[in-house]
Every structure is written in C-alpha cells, then in structure tokens.
C-alpha cells in the first residue's frame, strides 16, 4: 500500500510540474501578439496553473512522508510530523527534498500572482524558468547522482526530463485547441489562428522528442553500464522495454499528425471535418499513452538500476558475446552482412516514406530485410548459457576468501588440475576432454563468474569433472572462485616489473584485514584516495639488512603520503617480534599476516621466471606497491630481480609519479569478474 501512495505522490508531482512547464514554454513560443493571449484555452490553462503547482508541492509531501518511512522501515512513521523533521535534519535526501519543497512553493506563489495581473508574454517566459527548477532539483534523488554527484552525471537526466517536459508538458494545450468550442462558427472546424498553434507544437515537439530519446540513450547507457542482459532479465530492464514501446506508438501518433492530419487542417480543399474528428481521436489516444508514459517512467527512476541488478536464473539457454564468437569461422562476415541489411531496411523505411508508399509496401520490405538481417547476425554471436550465467557473487574476494578457496582447491581439486592449476594430469580416455589450464589460459570471453559457478556445482559434461554442490557449500564454491580469479590474476602480475607503468592500473590489490604489533587494526580499503602502501613480505633474519634500509628512508616514504606494511612470512616469536620493532618504525602486521602472505604468493612470477611447475617457489623477501586507488602497480622479488628497490631514491621517486596521477576509480568491486 505504501509503495502505490509513493508511486502516486511521485506521478502526480512530475506530471503536474511537467505540465506548468512545458505549457508555459508553449505559450511563451506562440504569443507573438497580445491577442493571443486572448485564447480561450489559453485561460483554462491560466486557471488551472495554480492547481498543478499545488499537487506539486502536496505530491512533494507524499514522497518525504512515504521516503521518511522506507528510511526508517516503519510505516507509521509516514504520519509522524517529528520523523519528518529528523528525516529532513539528518539526511541528504531530506535536505534536497526541502529545496524541491521551496522551488515549488515558489512556483506556486509566482501562478498565484500571475492570475491576478493582466497577461505578457515574459510572464510565461519567466514560469518557465521558476517550473524548470523543481524539476533539475529532483534529478538530485535520481539514481544518476546516486554513484556520483556531479554536473556530468545529473546533467543528462535534468536534460532529459526537461525535453520530456517541452513534449508532454505541452500537450494539455494541443488537447484544448483541438476540443475548443469557442473558436469558430462550426464546433467541428479549426480557425487558421489555432491550426498554425498546432503546428507550431508539432515543430517544438519533434527536436524535444529527438534530444529527449538522445538524453535518454545517455542515461541508460549509465544506468546499465556494460550489462545489457539485464534489459531482457530484470525490473528494470522490462520497464525500459514497456517504457520505449509506449514512446513508439506515441512517435507514430505524433508522426501522423506532423505529416498527414495537421497539412489537411492547413488546406482548405480538404475535408476538415473529417480530419479534426480522426486528430481528436488519436490525440486522445496519445494523451492518456503519455500519462502511462509518466507514469513508467515514474516507476522506472525508482528501480533498482539494471547495473545493480541481481540476475541469480538467467531465463534463456543462450547469451551472445562478442569477445567470445568474433574469431570463430564467418562470424565477421555473418556479422557485417546482417549490419548492411539493416541500414538497408532504415533506407527502405525511409525511402517508403519519402515516396509515400502504401502501408504494407512500406513495412513489409523493409520488415523481412530487417528480419534477415537479425537472422544472419545474431546466431553466429550466441553461445551456451546457464542459469547462473549472470549470477553474482556473494563472496568478496579478498585475502581470506582466497586462502579458503586454495584449500579447498588443493583437497579437491589439485589431483587433476595439478598444484598451480596447469591441468596436468593427462585422461587416458580418448573422448574425455584433459582438464583446463586455469592457469594460463583465458576464459573470461566465454565464461563468465556465473559459468564458473555453474561448472562447479553442476560439474562438467564431457569431463571427468564432477559437480561439487552436494559436497561444497554456496559460499565454498565462491571460495574456490575467489581462489581462481587470484590464481589467473596472480600470472597476469608476471607483466609487473619493479617500475610503474604511468597512467596503466590494471590489477586489482587482493584486499585484506590486520592487525599490528602495537593492537591497532585495519584494512587495505583504508588507505583507499589517501595513502599508496608498500606491502613488504619479509623473512626473518634474511630481511634485517632491508630493514635497515626502510627504516632510514621512513621519514621521506611518509612525506610521499605513502605507508609500509610488513607482512612475516611465518609466525615469529615474542623476542624476534621484539627485535623487528627495534629497528623499523613501521607497522608489523601479527594477525592475517597468514592470510595476506598466502594471498600475495599467487603474486610471485615475473617474466624470466614464470614458476609454472610442482608446487610453486617461496621467495624469501617481496615487496608489492599498491596505489591509492586499490591497484597492484609495481613488485620486486628481490631473489630473482637484484638489487631492485634497494636504490630508495628510484623507489620514492615511484610514489611521487604514483601521487601525480589523475584520480580514478577503484576496482569494480571487491567480487571476482
């Protein structure tokens, strides 16, 4: 119940807020002449200006009442006046809420006044701009500002709704020209006067439809951001389809209108009456899909976006992917063949339309091109789905995620993929396949996280691998997961070297908690937009010379808003924890330093010693520079690459270049991908 008072407080905010906009735009763009003004429904709009501003603002009253009570997951909180106040008070949302409240209290003063002075031109002119800003305020609660609050991401959705507003806000003016009964000696005719208002809608209209699909493109583009399979399996993406299907049969109506019935109006050798009747009816028809359309679109601001989207039974046997398909036989030539088609269909459209063909002329040929140009371009992109192919998971994937998933791995899964996952153990029968290389070859065009989870559980048809959902818990497979992508990512890493590369983040830092030798704690993701951190993972007494060095150099490190995290290679005894703390000034990581070295080791290779087989080597001493983004930019092995950061000055001068670097966004996410 309380969602459908939400959704209706929202609607009837926006459409009334719509309609004082774009209605005053309409106005504002035909009052050439004071006469004008003079036009009967000129005035019932005039009338009825006050009473949209006020369902705006008791509309605005709707959502903070129905907000305050989602907030609070207490319903009865949507009456209480003091819930309101602290709603208001303590949140962002509350504080947006009362510059919309203000924005449209002052709209509502400024229709009030106009009823009491005589009609101008500018007086429409400047409603517009005052019912324009109750609109780009409300852009602020949007989930376009939700993941960033910037110009560049609220911009889009304010210019969306504002197109939105030039269009459907004006329609309530077309409706009443047309059902005017004062304009004429005959109830069925048009005066020149309002069929040139009627056209000059229609030449508003169409650039505002054009910039408002355009805007919209952009929007979805963010709120959807890579994952498109979410428009055909998810809340969102269902209102998206209902929302541009509806637009669809609007631009048609609107399109017969532009080009057919309003030319008809304009020439007098027509049959005038018959077109108004036939307008009249169609625009009844576009009116109530436009309350539909607001009302979708009110729906659709407030689900969850399709990026966020958990799609946990992917509904088809099939996705398609590029990536995955492109370098398969004919699958380019397929591809392009049915992209030409296509064009071509559009052309034939437009061409049928140019020429004025008849109806099923001009949709059945461009119709079956288009039809054989989908059939000859997406089979070739589909490939094997699964009902957890868009499946996320429910595991972070940080140090102890990883180190879970290595002992499962090596329990159950180390006698036939081998110690360091090179599927090296060969499978006598002929029609099994071997088992994968987890290692070094690349998967991630063809499966996905969800794929992964899928084989897991369910084991692999062909193979000798079995499924493990009987044996291994949900989260115990998001383990083994997590283990894998660490193990994939960790040969990627061979590429790092003991040099930065500039402006190149690519490797996510393995995330961890910890705790030090003096009882502070903390966590990877602290450091985060602050600190780079240069994790060292010693050995002792092997790394006291090293020691030594870090300790001299500390002062000038911490100058560079950077931290050292040592890290021991095994557990160290109170006297040579006593020892280490004499030397270094730096924090000595005590508990989960198990987890962070396991963790870290999948780290190790570098490119002239890539450590592909047996068990894997243990470096004595490593040290990984993580930068304040969360990135894996550098590393030295100090067995294998010299005397690498040993020369302190090369070092530091990493963190300045690291500190000169343009802000970027963490890693997507601490799930594997």
């Known amino acids: 119940m309380l969602e459908i008072i939400a959704t209706t407080a929202r609607w009837s905010q926006l459409t009334a807020n719509l309609i004082v906009f774009g209605s005053c735009i309409f106005i504002a763009m035909i009052a050439q002449h004071k006469a004008d003004l003079e036009n009967v429904w000129i005035k019932y709009l005039d009338k009825s200006f006050p009473w949209l501003s006020g369902l705006t603002l008791l509309g605005l009253f709707g959502i903070l009442a129905t907000t305050t009570a989602d907030a609070t997951n207490d319903t009865s909180n949507a009456w209480h006046l003091d819930a309101w106040i602290e709603m208001v008070r303590q949140t962002q949302i509350g504080q947006i809420w009362v510059a919309r409240a203000l924005l449209a209290a002052l709209l509502l003063s400024a229709t009030l006044v106009m009823q009491r002075m005589p009609r101008q031109r500018w007086h429409y002119a400047a409603c517009t701009v005052i019912a324009a800003l109750p609109l780009i305020a409300g852009t602020l609660m949007s989930h376009s500002s939700a993941d960033e609050m910037s110009v560049t991401a609220v911009a889009p959705y304010a210019l969306h709704i504002l197109f939105a507003g030039m269009w459907f806000g004006a329609l309530p003016a077309f409706v009443l020209i047309l059902f005017n009964r004062h304009q004429g000696n005959h109830p069925d005719s048009l005066n020149a006067r309002n069929v040139a208002y009627l ?169 079956l091109l288009m039809l054989s140009s989908l059939a000859l371009a997406l089979p070739p992109l589909a490939i094997k789905a699964f009902p957890e192919t868009y499946k996320k998971p429910t595991v972070p994937i940080d140090a102890i995620s990883i180190v879970t998933g290595a002992n499962l791995f090596a329990e159950h899964c180390v006698n036939c993929h081998g110690p360091q996952g090179k599927g090296t153990k060969p499978v006598a029968d002929p029609d099994l396949r071997d088992p ?61 070297g003991t040099m930065i590369v500039p402006e190149t983040p690519a490797i996510a830092s393995p995330v961890f908690t910890y705790t030090t030798q003096d009882g502070s704690s903390g966590n990877l993701k602290d450091f985060r937009l602050q600190k780079n951190v240069v994790l060292v993972l010693f050995s002792w007494p092997q790394s006291k010379q090293r020691f030594f060095q870090l300790a001299a150099s500390y002062d000038t490190i911490r100058a560079l808003d950077t931290e050292i995290l040592a890290v021991p290679q095994r557990a160290l005894s109170s006297d040579e924890l006593q020892q280490i703390a004499e030397i270094v000034p730096f924090p000595i990581v005590t508990e989960g330093w198990s987890e962070i070295k396991n963790s870290y080791w999948f780290y190790r290779r570098i490119r002239t010693v890539p450590d592909l087989s047996g068990k894997g080597m243990h470096p004595e001493h490593m040290e990984f520079l993580t930068d304040r983004f969360g990135y894996l930019r550098a590393r030295w092995v100090a067995q294998f690459e010299g005397l690498g950061w040993q020369n302190i000055s090369t070092l530091t001068s990493q963190f300045t270049q690291l500190n000169q670097e343009k802000e970027i966004m963490p890693p997507p996410g601490d799930h594997a991908h």
């Open 199 to 367: 056209q000059k809608f229609s030449a508003i209209a169409l650039p505002a439809m054009i910039l408002l699909a355009l805007t919209g493109l952009i929007v979805t583009d963010r709120l959807v951001d890579t994952q498109y399979y979410t428009l055909v399996s998810s809340a969102y993406g269902w209102l998206l389809i209902a929302k541009l299907s509806v637009l669809a049969i609007i631009l048609v109506i609107a399109y017969q209108a532009r080009n057919k019935w309003l030319p008809r109006l304009a020439a007098s050798n027509q049959n005038v009456t018959a077109t108004l009747l036939h307008l009249r009816q169609w625009i009844r028809i576009e009116w109530i899909l436009a309350l539909i359309l607001a009302l979708l679109a009110t729906i659709l601001a407030n689900t969850l976006p399709a990026k966020h989207s958990m799609i946990d039974n992917w509904p088809y046997p099939f996705r398609f992917s590029i990536d995955a398909t492109w370098d398969q036989l004919n699958v380019p030539e397929l591809v392009w063949t049915g992209v030409a088609l296509f064009i071509l269909a559009l052309g034939m459209f437009a061409l049928g339309l140019y020429r004025s063909w008849h109806g099923f002329k001009k949709t059945l040929i461009p119709g």
């Open 436 to 496: 994968t290389d987890l290692l070094t070859q690349q998967h991630t065009a063809s499966y996905t996280v969800g794929n992964v989870f899928h084989e897991i559980s369910q084991g692999i048809p062909g193979t000798e691998m079995p499924g493990f959902a009987d044996r291994l818990s949900e989260e115990d497979r998001w383990d083994l997961i997590n283990f894998l992508h660490a193990l994939s990512r960790g040969f990627d890493a061979r590429l790092l």
